[in-house]
Structures are given as structure tokens and as C-alpha cells.
């Protein structure tokens, strides 16, 4: 197998698929107001490959930059449409590596150039990156980081409470979003030690004028313990696993 060479013919052959995984309003019934893009790579010989299976090689290649280009192209000309259909404000949260976050200094311009060309607001999508990227500072992160509040794209912390939880860094930058990871929402029961981390971050984001979204809700009653708790949207297997664009849209279209 060689993953590396295929990934170059994936990219030329248009061998990758874009997935979209609900995201909710736990305020508004659990409408679907938003989704994250999630790639997939369709192999001729091998099946669906998953990210965790290439996206490292896609990284030491140098390969990724032109992966990332066309995931949020492909993600950005369905959000326009699904904007013009089913709702105005649809948003789409798009995944960036630190590899890719720091080896593509006019991205935040490539992608308002391109959102304008497409008569997107900027604020249609939104950036996914893990807390690693904010501890290290040594790559101009912040000014980065800047540059696409300023362009307005907004910036969601994925992942959130799984790296070196260094708080001072939710008001050094400029963040529209919280995601709890999986693995707080995970053993949410009344009294237990993950519940009280989860309102505390609610509560904690909110003041600092961040909304949060839960990921990894896979029962109702985890969905109801965290819309108690004021959070306010949720992603995960209750709702709907990550699907193609034609799935997604059947369920945009039902809640018309
Ligand atoms: O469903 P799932 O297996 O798609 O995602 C696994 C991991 O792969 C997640 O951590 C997700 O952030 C990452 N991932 C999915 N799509 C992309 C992408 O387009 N770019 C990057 N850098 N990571 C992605
Ligand atoms: O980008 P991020 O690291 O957040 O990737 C999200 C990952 O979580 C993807 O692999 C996606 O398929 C997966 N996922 C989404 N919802 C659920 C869920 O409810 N349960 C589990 N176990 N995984 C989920
Ligand atoms: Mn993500
Ligand atoms: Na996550």
C-alpha cells in the first residue's frame, strides 16, 4: 500500500468525499443549524478510508494544503446552496490541521477571496483547530488567527478540554466557539465529575461571549443534562452520524 503516491492520484482522480455531520440547536427543538465537514477518501482497491488513516501522511507530504483547498471548496459551494435552499444562515465547520493551519500564510485571504466570489458571507464558515495550535505561539498563531477574525471567518476550539487547557488563551484570542469533547459528554450522570466540567465550561465560555456545542451526544438524556446546562448546540450519533451531502439534505429538507 502507498499511501502516500495514491494520495497525489486521490486529489487528480477526485477520489475523497465530503461527509457533513449535523450540528443542533439544543435552544430550538434540535433544529439542524450548522454542520462539520468531514473528509473520506473513497480507494478504488481499498474502500472508504478513514482520516485518522491518511491525514498524517497527507501532513509529512505536504500534501494536505491541496486536500484542505478542496475539502473546503467542495464544503463552501454546498453550504451557498444549502443556504439558498433550506436556511440563510447555514454554517459549515471545516477541520485545519496545525500543519496546514501554519504552512499557509494568506489562507484567511485565499478563502474570503474565494466566499466573495461565491457571494458567501465570510462568516458562513467556520475554522475547527485543536488547542495545541494555541499553546504554541511560536508561529504567529495569534496574528493568524486574527487575520481571519478580521476577514470575518469565526474560529471554533475543537476538541476542547483534551489538550493543555491553558484558559488564558480564551480571551488572548478571538474564538466564536467551544466543542466539548467526546469524552466529557460521554458519562454525563447527575453528581458526576464530567457534568460539573461541562457546566463549568458553559458557563465559563458564555461569560466570555463564547457559545458552545457538545460533540459525542449519543442519548437523550446526555442531550438533556447539556441543554440544561445551557449549552448551546450538540453534535453526535442521536442526532445523525456524519453523511453525504445527499442525506443531508433530505434532512434539511424535512424540517422545512
Ligand atoms: O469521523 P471522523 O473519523 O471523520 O474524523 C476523525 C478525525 O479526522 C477528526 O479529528 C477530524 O477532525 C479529522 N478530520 C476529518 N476531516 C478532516 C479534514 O478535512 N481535515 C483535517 N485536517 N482533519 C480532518
Ligand atoms: O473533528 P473531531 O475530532 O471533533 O472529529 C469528530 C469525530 O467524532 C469524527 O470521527 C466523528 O465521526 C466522530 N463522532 C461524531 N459524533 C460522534 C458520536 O456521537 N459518538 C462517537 N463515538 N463518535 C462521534
Ligand atoms: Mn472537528
Ligand atoms: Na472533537
Not at 430550538?28 to 473520506?40: G, M, N, P, S, Y
Not at 501522511?57 to 433550506?86: L, M, P, S
Not at 476577514?151 to 471554533?156: D, E, L, N, R, Y
Not at 449519543?218 to 440544561?228: G, N, P
Request: charged letters at 25%; aromatic letters at 10%; a negative charge.
Amino acid at each position: 500500500m502507498h499511501i502516500a503516491q495514491d494520495l497525489h492520484q486521490a486529489l487528480e482522480d477526485e477520489q475523497f468525499i465530503v461527509y457533513y455531520q449535523p450540528i443542533v440547536d439544543l435552544a430550538r427543538r434540535d433544529k439542524v443549524v450548522k454542520a462539520e465537514a468531514l473528509i473520506r477518501w473513497l480507494h478504488p482497491s481499498r474502500g472508504m478510508i478513514m482520516p485518522l488513516d491518511f491525514i498524517s501522511v497527507a501532513e509529512e507530504t505536504g500534501i494536505i494544503n491541496d486536500i484542505g483547498d478542496w475539502i473546503f471548496k467542495q464544503a463552501a459551494q454546498q453550504t451557498r446552496r444549502w443556504q439558498q435552499d433550506y436556511l440563510t444562515d447555514f454554517q459549515i465547520g471545516v477541520n485545519k490541521s496545525p500543519v496546514q493551519f501554519h504552512s499557509q500564510d494568506g489562507l484567511h485571504r485565499h478563502w474570503t477571496d474565494y466566499l466573495r466570489g461565491l457571494h458567501m458571507p465570510a462568516d458562513s464558515v467556520v475554522i475547527e483547530i485543536t488547542e495545541g495550535l494555541l499553546l504554541d505561539d511560536s508561529h504567529n498563531t495569534a496574528k493568524k488567527l486574527l487575520h481571519f477574525k478580521e476577514c470575518g471567518i469565526q474560529v471554533a476550539i475543537d476538541d476542547f478540554g483534551t489538550g493543555y487547557s491553558a484558559l488564558s488563551y480564551l480571551k488572548k484570542f478571538h474564538i466564536e466557539f467551544l466543542k466539548i469533547d467526546q469524552s466529557f459528554t460521554r458519562n454525563l450522570a447527575p453528581g458526576s465529575s464530567d457534568l460539573a466540567l461541562c457546566e463549568a465550561i458553559i458557563v465559563m465560555a458564555h461569560k466570555l461571549g463564547i457559545k458552545v456545542i457538545a460533540e459525542g451526544i449519543e442519548t437523550r438524556q446526555q442531550r438533556d443534562f447539556l441543554a440544561q446546562a445551557g449549552c448551546d448546540y450538540g453534535q453526535g450519533y442521536l442526532f445523525a452520524k456524519p453523511m453525504p451531502a445527499g442525506d443531508f439534505e433530505q434532512l434539511l429538507k424535512a424540517q422545512q
